[in-house]
């Protein structure tokens, strides 16, 4: 994200000097409009950079908030890859256990073979020395038979018995290829959760870099707001020093007999010198009192007198002064609209303007402000509804 080329500050700064010299060398009637373009420029200027700053902590949370999803998934991958291990464990033990069932088979077998084969010796044996004397011992045919039988069947039981023991002796060896096929499956799928995890990790990592980089984009232009709120606040400062220069001086004794300055007595909201918060800036010592009422609503002047000054500025908005060339003046700050011009001599009671809500304002109202030589007084001690 770039930053804008600080030449965009020159105009804000030659316009302030401008008026800062014109102050300087005495000219105290210098155009409103030069006070107007150095807030709209300073304003415009800290409503960008604001915006920037905005975004680039926008930014930032994104990628803060894509890490933290990103660290929620890797913390079910590990999760998973824990229950992975787990399974695969167990079936390491389960096809240890086959392995041994199937062993202990073998052995069965071995042994029955070994029994099989004695046997198998020993009817070898009758019948090559002993099968004659057997047969000739023999008291009958049916003994005989029997006889015969008997070694038959002793034969056929061997061989049913091996083969079921090798029957059961596959069955074992097909369980534990399935073992060993479910192992693998496992082993599989940790190695694809793991390459996962560590996908997870690059992405954390890069939103890690992400991250620091707002922080730095974001630490800079909190800077670049600060010097732009100070033109900002440098042309508030100037244009309060030209209404303070647009206001007579004298006793000030004149300021009594005043109207209230609307046609309906509104809502005090903010009594002078109260805190406030305005679009959540808090802020201490309210120059004047603030009376809500409908947009639209005509505003009185309080007083007869001049208008000395009609203007647009970044915390008043639409604003007019009345002065009454003893050193008293009122301001009149929100207006929507402004229905006088500067020069004009008004009664008390003449319309100078309408509520409205330009300016810092967080809704409609008018700001009304007594000044005796410049100073600010408390509108409550010469107007009352």
Known sequence: ???????????????????????????????????????????????????????????????????????????I???QISDAIDQINQKTSEIAIQQQAIADQ??????????FCERIQAMQMMHDSGMVAMIASADSL??????SETLQSISQQDTDVLQSMNEEKQRLEEQKEELE????????????LEAKKNEYAQSIQQQNETISEQQALATAQAKVVAEQQKA???AEKQYEQWVQSQSSQGSGQSAEGFCWPLPV????????????????????????????????????????????????????????????????????A????????????????????????TGRSTGNHLHFEVRINGVRQNPRNYISF
């Open 106 to 115: 073998q052995g069965l077998i071995d042994e029955r073979w070994q029994g």
């Open 77 to 79: 991958i590990q999760g």
């Open 181 to 192: 096929q479910d192992k693998a499956d496992l082993e599989q799928a940790y190695s694809d």
């Open 334 to 357: 929100h207006m929507s609209s402004i229905a006088a011009t500067v020069g004009q001599q008004v009664k008390k009671g003449d319309v100078i303007g309408y509520v409205g809500s």
């Open 1 to 75: 994200m770039k930053h804008k080329p600080k030449g965009w500050r020159r105009p804000v700064s030659l316009a302030v000097a401008a008026v800062c010299l014109a102050l300087s060398c005495g000219q105290t009637t210098v155009a409103a409009t030069d006070y107007k373009q150095a807030w709209q420029q300073a304003e415009q200027k800290l409503k960008e950079e604001k915006a920037l700053y905005q975004e680039i902590k926008n930014q930032q949370a994104k990628a803060e908030e894509k890490k933290k999803s990103l660290e929620n998934m890797q913390a």
């Open 265 to 332: 007595a509104g809502q005090v909201t903010t009594e002078f010198g109260a805190t406030q918060n305005v679009n959540g800036v808090i802020m201490t010592g309210h120059k004047g009192m603030d009376i809500a009422a409908a947009g639209g609503t005509p505003i009185y002047a309080a007083h007869d007198g001049r208008i000395s000054s009609t203007t647009g500025h970044w915390t008043y908005g639409n604003v007019v002064m009345v002065d009454n060339g003893d050193g008293v003046t009122t301001l009149y």
């Open 232 to 234: 900002a606040e440098e």
């Open 142 to 147: 049916y003994e005989l038979l029997t006889y």
